[in-house]
DNA sequence: CCAATAATTTAGATTTGTCTAAATTTTGAT
DNA sequence: ATCAAAATTTAGACAAATCTAAATTATTGG
């Protein structure tokens, strides 16, 4: 019961896709996996004969329960991974991904369960994304974009819809981290931008594009 | 210039036969690699290909400067992840091998390099292998065969030739590791067994056969 | 030195995962 | 309802890595 890194690759990327409840189609997959359309055809054959999902030819696929389960698994896998190169390699945000996107494939529980204990059982990915626990169930976080959240209402830093450097790049600048609190002041209708305050810092300006991408979750009080 | 994990499997079992500079038998190459010789002609004929050896039908094989070189930057990540699995997620000797036989595979030199800093620059690997340095160097540790040793000299344990749980449940079981000092009080002709001194314990007894696939060096003083 | 045996290579096939080009099916606009 | 465009599948090819069976080459004991 196995699978192929590339198999894999393929359970992950309908797993993302498949969010609310539509079926996914070959040309999303195709997009993003980097692979032509008639690749996509050929391996969701592969699978579906391996019973991990239900496959309408020309009406898209979905996964079942054991596709979803071992969809859970490796995103495990990729997070923990990604904790490990964050917290203790020190590697930035947006260089973990990449790796993890291999480590992921090697599929032993033992070292998965080893690596989960070490860290600490971890909760969040250094991206702010859940991390499925050794069942592979995942907590239901409900995360908003900042740019859509209440005004002087504090609020934390959560996560992230973009992973890349650029990204990075500029909330390292404005000294925007998970888990920071933060609360919009104002909003101007002109442009969607922010006036945010970050802990006691002074009043620093958001783009509307980058509030966004930053996802925040009301602060616990 | 990278290689897939196959070829890198090959390259390591070639740099490993060819110790001693003789050219390497497709059939030697066909049993440590558990694959049937015809397959190693053909990986054999690749890899040449790719200029990383001498490859002469019929009469076997030598890795080139650049092949020596390739494999020692595996050797280097295979036997740091080893010592990863063992010293930080606690992971049993006999257990690390087969994990690491994939974790090497990964090829980033920046992660390479970070896990090395990490782990504090480890210079044996958990069965006392020596691991090479970022530019592949190794150092050349002259170890024998604790059935070879001489009496009555201190000898600290350095390796072992041998790395099956077997071995290693029978080590646990007399207590000794890697690391430790140990002394040969007696020497049986009848069956090379061994009476050996191991820190302050009581004496114990060695089979012939176990002090041969223990690696000792002399101890410094 | 030569024949039997051992080692190695070649030939041909298979699986996985990908591609391009062509055929087919679905969708959407009139 | 029809037809062009878009999405998808099929057909056929290829590279990597493996296998079995057959052919070839090397070795070695008499
Ligand atoms: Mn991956
Ligand atoms: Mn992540
Ligand atoms: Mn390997
Ligand atoms: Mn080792």
Redesign the pocket.
């Known amino acids: 019961m196995g699978f ?4 894999e690759n393929y359970i992950k990327a309908i797993w993302k896709l498949q969010k609310d409840n539509t079926n996914v ?3 999303a997959l195709s997009e993003a996996l980097k ?12 699978l579906k004969d391996k019973n991990i999902l239900n496959y309408l ?2 009406y ?1 696929v979905q996964l079942n329960a054991e596709g979803q389960q071992a969809a859970l698994l490796i995103i495990r896998r990729h997070r923990l991974w990604e904790y490990f190169l964050a917290e203790k390699l020190k590697f930035d945000w947006d260089a973990v991904h990449p790796l993890a996107e291999e480590l992921e494939h090697i599929n032993s529980p033992e070292l998965t369960n080893r690596l989960d204990a070490y860290l600490g059982y971890p909760q969040i990915d250094p991206h702010g994304d859940p991390i499925p626990n050794i069942k592979g169930q995942m907590p239901v976080t409900t995360r908003i974009a900042l740019a859509d959240y209440a005004l002087n209402q504090p609020a934390v830093v959560s996560g992230v819809l973009n992973q890349s450097s650029e990204l990075l790049e500029l909330l390292k600048h404005k000294k925007i981290t998970i888990g920071a609190t933060i609360e919009i002041c104002r909003r101007f209708e002109f442009d969607g931008s922010l006036e945010i305050q970050l802990q006691d810092l002074p009043l620093i300006t958001l783009s509307s594009y980058l509030a966004q991408n930053i996802l925040v979750k009301p602060l616990q009080l």
Do not use: F, H, I, Q
């Not at 692979?35 to 592969?46: E, I, N, Y």
């Open positions: 192929s890194a590339a198999e189609t070959t040309n692979t032509k359309p008639a690749s996509v055809t050929d391996m969701l054959k592969r030819p020309y898209g």
